[in-house]
Nanobody, 122 residues
Framework: EVQLQASGGGSVQAGGSLRLSCAAS????????IGWFRQAPGKEREGVSA????????YYQESVEGRFTMSRDTAKNTVYLQMNNLKPEDTAVYYC???????????????WGQGTQVTVSS
């Protein structure tokens, strides 16, 4: 059974850092496309970052480029999202998701983890 367990959220002040983790089971993180998504109150869910299963290339949403870094550890079967220089507009529930093909194409990822709350105060 494919499962994703996200953790690492919390409350920080603007300029602070957090590292989110997404522990995978039932599949290997280098065999699936994996992404991080977020949903702020009153807004639609949006993609933040994604790693390709084919070549490991990483996509970042423009608003987080240069501040967020996504990585994967195949030994731990876990992916991470290092978030630096956090801004109040980064406040959202963050989700990790996986798909055997791509998390970036319709109809979206097949598998979702539970969300983890990130709150950034000014």
């Amino acid at each position: 059974e494919v499962q994703l367990q996200a953790s690492g959220g919390g409350s920080v002040q603007a300029g602070g850092s957090l590292r989110l983790s997404c522990a995978a089971s039932g599949f290997t993180v280098d065999g699936y496309s994996i992404g991080w998504f977020r949903q702020a109150p009153g807004k639609e869910r949006e993609g933040v970052s994604a790693i390709s299963k084919n070549d490991g290339s990483i996509y970042y949403q423009e608003s987080v480029e240069g501040r967020f870094t996504m990585s994967r550890d195949t030994a731990k079967n876990t992916v991470y999202l290092q978030m630096n220089n956090l801004k109040p507009e980064d406040t959202a529930v963050y989700y990790c998701a996986a798909d055997p093909i791509s998390v970036r194409i319709a109809p979206g990822p097949d598998y979702w983890g539970q969300g983890t709350q990130v709150t950034v105060s000014s």
